[in-house]
């Protein structure tokens, strides 16, 4: 899980009666965020194609998508609490980097369009990919791939006047059968 941050930030000592200042524990209000993100549950994508029981064809346009839902795609927000500091985190999926098992990546911006037949040979509008090769030369004839999902998790204080921003990444491993289609002239 990779994190990155962009915050506003305030510091606030919560004294309980009779405390000295100096012996207050400092709260770090994107701390207590990071809490209120890890108890939502986030995972990696719910990848619905490429189906693992799917068969595929080199040149044909692969429609990719994911089932979304507040713990696959967002949103999903909850509030964690310290001292007298309470914090509100939303997170939702920004993107979506597709690693093909062919070399190539592709980012999506959604949890991408189902495909239907009435599409046809049509590219998805949204999340698509085309195999050049076919995949007999890996193990079961399969790409191997992962789509990672990049959580932006926005939160706010609204007791110190403080917010802030920060991702998180979760992954899906997915397998797809790519194989040729030989066409025979019996002319």
């Not at 964690?80 to 911006?109: E, F, L, R």
Request: proline letters at 9%; one cysteine or more.
């Amino acid at each position: 899980m990779a994190s990155t941050a962009r915050t506003r930030r305030a510091r606030t000592v919560w004294l309980p009666d009779g405390q000295a200042p100096d012996a207050a524990p400092v709260i770090d209000p994107e701390a207590v965020a990071r809490r209120a993100a890890a108890s939502m549950k986030l995972t990696g994508p719910a990848v619905a194609s490429p189906r693992a029981a799917g068969k595929y064809v080199v040149g044909m346009p692969m429609w990719m998508w994911a089932d979304p839902s507040p713990s696959t795609f967002g949103p999903a927000t909850a509030s964690a609490t310290a001292g007298s500091v309470t914090v509100t985190a939303t997170a939702k999926v920004s993107q979506t980097v597709w690693a093909m098992g062919d070399g190539t990546t592709v980012t999506c911006h959604g949890p991408g369009t189902p495909y239907s037949p009435e599409q046809g040979k049509a590219m998805s509008p949204d999340c698509g990919h085309r195999y050049q090769r076919s995949a007999s030369d890996k193990p079961d004839g399969r790409y191997r791939g992962t789509a990672t999902a990049t959580w932006s998790i926005a939160w706010n204080a609204p007791a110190l006047g403080d917010e802030g921003e920060f991702t998180e990444t979760r992954a899906t491993a997915w397998t797809a059968w790519v194989g040729e289609v030989q066409v025979l002239n019996t002319n």
